[in-house]
């Protein structure tokens, strides 16, 4: 069992792209399961510091930890863990580095976000929700839910995204059939973002098709 707990906590922390995770105190199981939900919550991430601050009911092998409703990384935070017996709440201070995406200047509400408005830092994230961190792409094809002042990290939260496709937008088609590719025209059925599976309809006929959007306004075929 311990084995096994171990190689899950490992993959989970692999797949979201953890580089590294600097554990203090007497708990590492515990740590890493709480910086495996930290990194699955947030995306890919430089580091991730746990330090476990109530360590009276910790005892015991665990499966998950999922934290508090509202949670904000920098100050304490409770996870329940889940496991061979009943859950039980511990607090944790977590501190994480990672790419995240800052207002280089003010940015008005509703304001479409342009190259010149942001760029990508990495630093220390303070006081932020467990949100997945947008990526530069992300802010370039949104909108501002509220006003930004400069320094202002470009959260989820903030970012209103429009999508890159539309429904009953003409799109850009691409098909590709190994080293042979042919352009055309087509309608979009439904909306997406960049790398969603939309349903299209080609020139010329009515059958919808799905297609991988990838830019604004076009869209591959998938075979």
């Known amino acids: 069992m311990r084995a096994s707990l171990v190689s899950t906590v490992v993959s989970l922390l692999v797949a979201h792209g953890l580089a590294a995770v ?18 699955a919550r947030l995306g890919p991430i430089d580091s991730i510091d746990v330090e476990v601050l109530d360590t009276s009911a910790v005892a015991g092998v665990y499966e998950s930890a999922t934290p508090a409703v ?5 100050v304490p935070m409770r996870f329940t863990l889940v496991g061979s017996r009943l859950p039980v709440s511990v607090v944790a201070r977590v501190t994480v580095v990672a790419a995240h995406v800052v ?16 760029e990508v830092r990495h630093g220390r994230l303070e006081g932020l929700l467990l949100q997945p961190l947008p990526t530069l792409e992300d802010a370039l094809t949104g909108r501002t839910r509220r006003a930004l002042a400069a320094g202002d990290v470009v959260t989820s939260s903030v970012l209103a995204r429009s999508p890159a496709v539309r429904a009953g937008e ?5 098909i590709r059939t190994g080293t042979i590719e042919a352009t055309g025209v087509g309608r979009a ?14 020139a010329g006929s009515r059958e919808p098709a799905r297609a991988r959007v990838l830019a604004p306004a076009s869209v591959e075929i998938l075979q």
């Open 170 to 174: 003409e799109v850009a088609v691409t």
């Open 189 to 202: 059925i439904s909306s997406g973002f960049v790398g969603d599976v939309i349903r299209i309809t080609r």
């Open 22 to 39: 600097e554990a203090r105190g007497r708990t590492p199981e515990v740590r890493d399961l709480i910086a495996a939900a930290i990194a």
């Open 103 to 118: 207002a280089r200047q003010p940015i008005a509400r509703n304001a479409a976000i342009t190259a010149s408005d942001v």
């Open 70 to 74: 509202g949670a904000r990384l920098g």
